[in-house]
């Protein structure tokens, strides 16, 4: 039988921290294959993930991203999640697509933020007041709960509804002061111009990059990757897919031997000293799918729920 795994009800029986280590256990197993398929018209996007894991099954996660519906007051993403036997190919669960993408995004930078930031890091600035950034809160909240949160934000009200969400949340009014303040900066905008600048920078900080996911898209400039030591979710899917490797590798500011490590690699996957500046870039493949869809269905199949 098919399960239904809706959001709300899905939600209620996950946890974070668990979540980024069933991410580190899925890159301990063999190496996912990956396709993905982009379509454009205009500023509009459908993209198309899939991924086969031995062992693991397979998913296929289809979603349409139209930037223009924001103004309309509409959701910018949509989409579906399906869950394939590895073993016949039988479509084990229907996942909703908001919340296999909500738990893979933010656990995916978690858990890239747990090996590379520094454990008593205090200060996470949040640059984009978007629904990412609300999950980036809750993600970041998990691992270091000690910590002060700051909101930047192009639209100051965007920043206010956000703290309003979120009591004790400080709102930055300029982007560089924030920066330099910051222990973890941690961005999900739709920006194709650079917003944060090497130039700001300070030893031993984290960069969490999310937003861009285009080959036109970036959220930092040349000098920020040059400084910083590189790590990615996946080789595969980011240096040769995401404006955020493909302009500063194709521009020569930066080579592909820059990357130190992906998930794959998880002995090079760590900071080196407290001074280090550490940057990830979240390209979100389809393996993280996947790997976050067994999680929620193995913990919903925990609770003892049938899908129906």
């Not at 982009?38 to 894991?53: H, P, Q, V």
């Not at 984009?128 to 639209?155: C, D, E, K, M």
């Amino acid at each position: 039988m098919t399960v239904m795994i809706p959001f709300r009800e899905g939600e209620a029986h996950l946890d974070w921290l668990r979540l980024t280590d069933a991410l580190a256990d899925g890159h301990r197993g063999p190496k996912a294959e990956v396709a993905d398929v982009f379509l454009y018209e205009g500023e509009n996007t459908l993209l198309n993930r899939s991924a086969w894991i031995a062992g693991m099954g397979l998913a296929i996660k289809c979603a349409t991203i139209f930037p223009g519906n924001k103004d309309a007051g509409k959701p910018m993403i949509d989409g579906a999640v399906n869950l394939f036997s590895g073993r016949d190919g039988a479509l084990e669960a229907i996942l909703d697509f908001k919340l296999v993408t909500k738990w893979k995004t933010a656990g995916d930078s978690l858990l890239a933020a747990r090996r590379l930031a520094r454990p008593d890091s205090r200060h996470i600035l949040i640059v984009g007041a978007g629904t990412v950034g609300h999950s980036l809160h809750q993600a970041y909240s998990a691992a270091f709960p000690q910590a002060q949160f700051t909101i930047w934000n192009r639209s100051e009200a965007g920043a206010v509804r956000f703290q309003a969400d979120h009591p004790g949340v400080k709102v930055a009014g300029d982007l560089e002061t924030a920066v330099r303040a910051a222990d973890i900066i941690t961005s999900a905008t739709m920006s194709s111009e650079s917003l944060i600048k090497g130039d700001w920078l300070q030893p031993g900080q984290h960069v969490d990059l999310i937003g861009a996911f285009r080959p036109d898209m970036r959220e930092a400039d040349d000098q920020a990757l040059q400084r910083a030591s590189i790590f990615v979710d996946s080789r595969d899917t980011t240096i040769g897919h995401i404006g955020e490797m493909m302009i500063p590798i194709a521009s020569g500011a930066i080579s592909a031997d820059d990357v130190i490590a992906d998930y794959y690699q998880p002995d090079a996957f760590r900071r080196s000293d407290e001074n280090e500046i550490t940057l990830f870039k979240n390209g979100g493949g389809a393996h993280l799918d996947l790997m976050t869809s067994r999680y929620i269905l193995a913990a919903w199949q925990g609770a003892g729920r049938d899908g129906n």
